[in-house]
């Protein structure tokens, strides 16, 4: 399968953006807030949803990064523990003053990061390594909407 490459704009993207990285593991040192560049990134080793469920489960190590984002805070997470693991939900967005809005990045164990951005800019790319690993998660995959291809990538 080719790398997948997704931009978000509106909350449908980000819905996409959200099934796609579902289940999706990091560490809380593979999470930057750049306040100057006005981004948030991270580097998370998602779940590849879309391969045939006859062969082997697998991961791949997936980039994401918002931008306009004029602040980030985190819920139940402490920065010091950088080889902390975390399991990713979902991701939604909650309007304030339109376009502006609340980005929320859910995980397990109620933890949660919030950015406060002043619209929608998100992109999310594969980076290449790809592995097998031993069990899927253990729940209905995510419904993952039809949509017109972003930039060369399958929705």
């Known amino acids: 399968m080719d790398l997948l490459k997704l931009v978000a704009f509106d909350e449908e993207d980000l819905a996409v953006l959200s099934a796609h ?16 560049e006005r981004r948030f990134a991270l580097c998370a080793r998602r779940f590849d949803w879309e391969s045939d469920p006859a062969e082997p489960p697998r991961r791949r190590l997936t980039g994401i990064h918002f931008d306009r984002v004029q602040n980030a805070r985190c819920r139940n997470m402490d920065p010091r523990r950088k080889d902390e693991v975390l399991n990713l939900l979902a991701v939604t967005f909650e309007p304030t003053t339109a376009p502006s809005g609340v980005v929320t990045l859910i995980f397990s164990e109620d933890r949660a ?39 060369g990538g399958k929705a």
Request: charged letters at 30%.
């Open 21 to 36: 990285l579902q289940d999706a593991a990091l560490r809380v040192e593979d999470v930057a807030f750049l306040p100057k």
């Open 113 to 151: 990061i919030r950015l406060e951005v002043e619209c929608i800019e998100a992109q999310m790319k594969d980076m290449g390594p790809v592995w097998e690993v031993e069990s899927r998660p253990e729940h209905a995959p995510p419904v993952i909407l039809d949509q017109a291809p972003a930039s």
